[in-house]
């Protein structure tokens, strides 16, 4: 049976039910007051008109209404819930992406609604706060960059300069870490190594001059020859990471057809996203759908913001 065929993607009380049941494990929470586990559910019995999930806070000092979407990417929608739950497990499912036409097309809503639907599952598939540096001791990180697109405002030249660009880490049997940059000189880029990456691991990587001196600032540093037609010595590759950017390329050439410098992060966040929740790592559709889920609240979009 099709995941598919569950309840909550199907009906909206039971979409409430289920987003109730990743968000308030321990209870449910006052979004006003923050209270815990002290509101009770508001039925036909309680009160004459009854939205879905309403829910209203015990506390004397706060006693307002509420509902589990108050908060997260699904607030003040008027997409049914179900729908949403629908357009996260496609999103999440589809290795290389669903275009708005055809999430439009699948959910029966309009490509504007769908394009925002996408922005803001996007958002809150970007990993926030801090974040923990990758490797560690004995550890191997692959280190590359990729092109994609046009610059704004850039004229089309020779080589790749008038190219978007996309720094992309990864390390072998875990995860990536996709950022796009401005450009790619060691001035710019070790920084952000240094940054995102622990000083006792190993880095791989091409022969491209910014990489030189890694050394440096990290327990090792090899490198593998592509212009020599180089591509594993030992165990020293960047197969991994190219593995990842064919992914990411044909996502986003036969999908997307085209994405502005603005909207980039967030396209590289969702290719980060299943790449880091494969099923290599034992994560299925349906746990691969959770994981955003309990990952919404504050990464609401509005739709004048998505084009910032």
């Not at 029966?108 to 996408?118: D, I, N, P």
């Not at 710019?188 to 006792?200: H, N, S, T």
């Not at 085209?258 to 880091?276: E, G, I, P, Q, T």
Request: aromatic share 10%; with cysteine; net charge positive.
């Amino acid at each position: 049976m099709s995941i598919l065929s569950k309840p909550y993607f199907h009906d909206t009380e039971a979409a409430f039910a289920k987003l109730e049941s990743i968000l308030w494990a321990d209870g449910s929470v006052c979004p006003h007051c923050g209270t815990v586990d002290h509101a009770y559910k508001i039925t036909a019995s309680t009160e004459k008109r009854v939205r879905y999930g309403l829910w209203k806070c015990g506390s004397k000092e706060c006693r307002k209404q509420f509902t589990v979407t108050v908060g997260t990417i699904f607030e003040g929608s008027k997409v049914p819930l179900y729908k949403w739950f629908q357009a996260v497990f496609l999103m999440v499912s589809s290795k290389k992406g669903i275009s708005a036409n055809q999430m439009a097309r699948t959910l029966e809503v309009t490509v504007k609604t769908a394009w925002l639907m996408g922005h803001r599952i996007r958002e809150a598939m970007r990993e926030g706060g801090p974040l923990d540096q990758m490797g560690g001791a004995g550890e191997i990180v692959e280190v590359d960059e990729t092109f994609i697109g046009r610059e704004p405002g850039m004229e089309k030249r020779r080589a790749y300069h008038h190219k978007m660009k996309v720094l992309s880490l990864v390390q072998p049997g875990g995860k990536t870490r996709s950022m796009v940059v401005d450009n790619l000189s060691a001035k710019a880029l070790v920084p952000i190594l240094r940054e995102q990456i622990d000083k006792e691991t190993v880095i791989f990587t091409d022969e491209a001059g910014q990489y030189h001196h890694l050394k440096k600032d990290f327990a090792d540093h090899d490198i593998v020859r592509h212009g020599k037609k180089e591509y594993v010595r030992g165990e020293v590759h960047t197969n991994m990471i190219e593995g990842y950017f064919s992914i990411f390329k044909r996502g986003m050439k036969g999908v997307y057809q085209h994405c502005s410098k603005k909207h980039l992060h967030r396209y590289l966040a969702v290719f980060d996203f299943r790449y880091n929740n494969r099923a290599a790592l034992g994560l299925d559709d349906v746990q691969r759908a959770t994981v955003p889920m309990s990952a919404i609240a504050g990464s609401r979009l509005l739709y004048r913001d998505s084009f910032a």
